[in-house]
């Protein structure tokens, strides 16, 4: 009896043993590639060094946190005219001048930039920032996470919804589902290219060529280098390359729901307005919530599509890292900036799980 | 009869949404097919015309000179190869490696189970940009080459995400199974390879077919990585990097074609695994 007891034991170590074993590549590459390179980061983040270059690196302390996230808002006072003691109008605009920014902005120890400017009851203000590409990065990087997010599950939601009405085995929604795994598998490179090109600022372009014939603009709308038209042409190509991918999951989702509900449904009379609502997305809520923060984690860290088109033009958080290590190759200063985008993305990570929770049995 | 034709406008306006979807999603796909067959003085008519047209007497006129400049293009050639080595590679490493991982947590009992579970969850959402710096100086510091580089690191996108799913598909598998082989005298390990990795085939056809395309569409590791070695470069990053033989400036036939290209073998593997994918695809978020 205690003979066979010690055996089963003995069973449950080797068991273990070989669990350990196992799992060792696997960690052993999580250490190399994600924890040493993650802590060095961090490291790094602290010192001025500069890849490749001869002059010493030094611990710089969080200057660099500094250098890329002091903001300020000062008020610009207007521009008073020396005859008439009242502020300065225009003559062109008709509107009252205010003081330059770059008077206002301070200057020491670090160099304000002005972002952008703005009125608030009636007083002009201005953004300034020591490190203004960044911080306009970081701006337009969750500018584009939110709308390209919310206009995800919103197009997504109705795709599924469409796919759903075909029945399980059918052709048309085999030939959909195929058709929508098109934009997910082509790489954001080719992608980012074919929209690039359809983007085109003259009517070789699609978009001029389709826009003029329906009255709007000359036909020579350049979408990529008008500040205006930058973020929302880099948000229509990301919608387009991951609707499907959210469909996929709502459809799988709507997959879940018994069908029998419906029928009970349409039994009483509700309408299908009403079961959507009352129904449908009670029961897709877990899936809504992981479908919306796998794809918040994801836009949050965009890079092809901005890199591509856009290059230097305008940043995103991740695009502006790259160039601070291969253009600048301030590798401190790029760090501090992975730091940043890494920190954001962890507090939603924690979120998800949080949400979710592990089931590890 | 008031109900019938409802039904029936209702059945038209669910075609017609699904008609609109399909055109949105391929139509820049289509467009691209559309300028790669274009020559280059087609590529400058306006308006841009919808089908490639003669620029005097209008009538179509297909080229497929664009095609041939990007099979004589050598950067883009060795980058197919490149990619063909970088992410086949990837995807045999992952599945190895995360194969046995996957085993250890779906099946064997051992302490210490939960946390790791926790941490390649975590590591699923880990993102590439965060470490990009750290990476990159270890690689210069190593004197790893860019390939090596690439096949090594993708593992941070790849085998989470691998381990994630098999786990989960192992964990599904009968203990009988494991049980009876025992009784058979087979070690825990033997069970693995003779008796339980045959039946996990499907996922991990599944799992090595995301991997791949992670792998082949991969573009901030490998500009990275290939920026002071660009005879590594992979296709994304030679797509974006390219420059033509026939025009000066930006050779849009070229790329396009060259973006065709590269997508067909992605767009085959999607309608031959159509199924499988889009239950890799969902396996995750759905189960949860």
Redesign the interface.
């Known amino acids: 009896m205690a003979k066979k007891k010690s055996g089963l034991s003995d069973l449950?170590k080797?068991?273990?043993r070989?669990?350990?074993w196992?799992?060792v590549?696997?960690?052993f590459?999580?250490v190399?590639?994600?924890f040493?390179?993650?802590?060095?980061?961090f490291y790094?983040s602290f010192t001025n060094k500069i890849?490749?270059s001869a002059t010493p690196t030094e611990v710089v302390g969080l200057d660099n946190y500094r250098q890329l996230l002091s903001v300020t808002i000062k008020e610009l006072p207007p521009v008073i005219d020396e005859s008439t003691g009242q502020p300065a109008i225009d003559p062109e605009t008709g509107e009252i001048q205010y003081e330059r920014a770059i008077n206002v902005l301070p200057r020491e120890p670090n160099r304000y930039r002005e972002v952008t400017q703005f009125s608030l009851f009636g007083n002009q203000y201005v953004l300034g920032a020591t490190d203004r590409d960044f911080v306009r990065a970081v701006w337009d990087t969750v500018v584009f996470t939110v709308v390209t997010v919310v206009l995800e599950l919103v197009l997504g939601m109705?795709?599924a919804l469409?796919i759903n009405?075909f029945p399980a085995r059918s052709v048309?929604r085999?030939a959909?589902?195929?058709?929508?795994?098109?934009?997910w598998?082509?790489?954001?490179?080719?992608?980012?290219?074919?929209?690039q090109?359809?983007f085109g600022p003259?009517?070789?372009?699609?978009f001029?060529?389709v826009f003029?014939?329906l009255g709007i603009g000359n036909?020579q709308i350049p979408f990529l280098t008008d500040e205006r038209f930058q973020l929302p042409a880099m948000i229509v190509i990301d919608v387009?390359k991951t609707t499907?991918?959210m469909a996929?999951?709502l459809?799988?989702?709507l997959g879940?729901i018994s069908k029998d509900i419906y029928e009970a449904a349409n039994v009483d009379g509700a309408s299908k307005i009403r079961q959507f609502v009352s129904m449908t997305l009670p029961l897709i809520r877990?899936?809504l919530a992981?479908?919306l923060i796998?794809r918040t984690?994801d836009a949050?860290?965009v890079?092809?599509v901005f890199?591509?088109v856009l290059a230097q033009s305008r940043y995103s958080?991740?695009s502006y890292?790259?160039y601070q290590?291969?253009g600048a190759r301030a590798?401190g200063y790029?760090?501090a900036s992975?730091?940043v985008?890494?920190l954001l993305?962890f507090v939603f990570?924690v979120g998800?799980?949080r949400l979710?929770g592990?089931e590890?049995e | 009869m008031n109900k019938n034709a409802r039904n029936v406008l209702g059945r038209i306006f669910f075609w017609f949404l699904y008609a609109l979807i399909v055109v949105w999603m391929l139509f820049p796909f289509y467009w691209a097919v559309n300028s790669s067959m274009k020559t280059e003085a087609q590529l400058q008519m306006t308006p841009a015309t919808f089908v490639p047209r003669d620029p005097q007497t209008n009538d179509i006129a297909v080229t497929l000179q664009n095609y041939g400049a990007v099979f004589r293009n050598e950067s883009f050639v060795r980058g197919l190869v490149n990619s063909v080595i970088v992410a086949v590679s990837v995807t045999v490493l992952a599945l190895m490696i995360g194969a046995f991982a996957a085993f250890a947590l779906g099946k064997l009992r051992f302490r210490g189970k939960t946390p790791s579970l926790y941490l390649i969850l975590a590591m699923t959402m880990f993102p590439q940009v965060a470490v990009l710096s750290g990476l990159y100086a270890l690689i210069t510091f190593l004197g790893i080459s860019a390939r090596p580089s690439m096949i090594v690191t993708y593992m941070l996108f790849t085998l989470p995400f691998t381990v994630w799913v098999l786990t989960s598909f192992f964990r599904g598998l009968p203990l009988e199974i494991m049980q009876s082989a025992e009784v058979d005298g087979a070690t825990p390990f033997q069970t693995f390879y003779m008796i339980l990795l045959p039946l996990t085939m499907p996922a991990l056809v599944t799992t090595g077919l995301l991997a791949f395309i992670a792998a082949w569409n991969e573009y901030l590791f490998a500009l990275t990585f290939t920026s002071i070695e660009p005879e590594a470069r992979t296709v994304p990053v030679a797509i974006a990097l390219f420059t033509g033989e026939i025009a000066r400036q930006e050779p849009f036939g070229e790329i396009m074609a060259a973006g065709i290209v590269v997508s067909i073998p992605l767009v085959i593997l999607v309608l031959i695994f159509q199924q499988r994918i889009i239950s890799g695809l969902t396996a995750g978020a759905v189960k949860g």
């Open positions: 449950a080797r068991e273990e070989l669990a350990y196992l799992l590549p696997t960690f590459i999580i190399v590639i994600a040493y390179p993650l802590g060095s980061v790094n890849f490749a109705g795709i469409v009405g048309a085999a959909i589902m195929a058709v929508m795994l098109v934009p598998a082509i790489p954001t490179a080719v992608s980012s290219r074919m929209w090109w359809m003259t009517r070789t372009g699609f001029n060529v003029q014939y036909g387009w499907p991918f996929l999951l459809l799988a989702g879940l877990p899936t992981v479908a796998f984690l949050l860290r890079f092809d890199q591509i958080m991740a890292t790259y290590l291969i590798m790029s760090s992975s730091v985008i890494f993305i990570a998800y799980i979710l592990v590890s």
